[in-house]
């Protein structure tokens, strides 16, 4: 998880020292044209968007601000400190991490990396395809219908993985760390629940106690930790 603090950290010093003719922008947001081919892009105090079906020959990049991309778009990574990341369906991206922001991904996604928040929601949705891992520190993290190829891990938020979703890694709970940044309060238990025909092929790990919820169509390659397969509640409808 700390691999995306060096990210931003990289980033930011980055675009502060670029030079304008790299494509920085300073205190202006960023809009590209559907249908368009760019280079990449960088803000420092910025929104970006780009339209339909445009192609981004490198990364969008920006310290405060939003990226918004649209369908069918082809981009490299996309990465933000304080803002939200959302892509649209049938686009093409590399890695996404943001810091302070949620991370969007639509329908029919290909993401040949990983997708990362510190403070934030992550929703992949029906058909969407992740090659590496998912994980944040705060905020609820949902698959619906989506193939992750790498783990999938949170510290404080809720996990549900529904309509036939595929995890291939591991499911990781990890225990709090109350001297690490962006740990905040534990509110109540995590809830996690592996929906109807949803399937973790590697082992759900439980560093601390969740509640715990399989679907009786779901599969899970095991239960490891403070909490064992046993512990599990099934249930047989949309939702426990």
């Known amino acids: 998880m700390y691999k995306i603090l060096e990210i931003v950290a990289v980033t930011a010093l980055s675009l502060l020292l670029a030079a304008p003719a790299d494509g920085l922008s300073l205190n202006k947001s960023i809009e590209i044209a559907a249908g368009s081919e760019a280079d990449g892009q960088s803000s420092v105090n910025g929104s970006i968007s780009v339209g339909e079906g445009a192609v981004i020959n490198g990364s969008l990049e920006t310290v405060n601000g939003s990226i918004r991309i649209d369908d069918k778009v082809t981009l490299r990574d996309a990465e933000t400190v304080n803002g939200a990341i959302r892509i649209g369906s049938g686009s093409t991206a590399d890695d996404l991490s943001s810091v302070n922001g949620a991370i969007t991904l639509a329908s029919n996604v ?54 036939g979703s595929i995890l291939r890694g591991n499911l990781v709970v990890e225990q709090q760390n109350p001297g690490g940044f962006g740990f905040g309060k534990l509110r109540r238990k995590t809830r996690v629940v592996i929906g109807r025909d949803s399937k973790v ?17 779901a599969e899970v390659g095991g239960v490891s930790g403070v909490m064992g397969l046993d512990d599990a509640v099934r249930f047989s409808g949309d939702r426990p």
């Open 110 to 163: 290909v993401v040949n990396g990983g997708v990362e928040t510190v403070n934030g929601e992550i929703t992949v949705d029906e058909g969407t395809r992740v090659t590496d891992g998912v994980g944040n520190v705060n905020g609820d993290i949902s698959l619906v219908g989506a193939d992750v190829g790498g783990n999938l891990s949170t510290v404080n938020g809720d996990v549900s993985l529904d309509r």
């Open 201 to 217: 092929l590697g082992t759900v790990v439980l560093e601390r106690e969740v509640e715990l919820y399989l679907h009786d169509s």
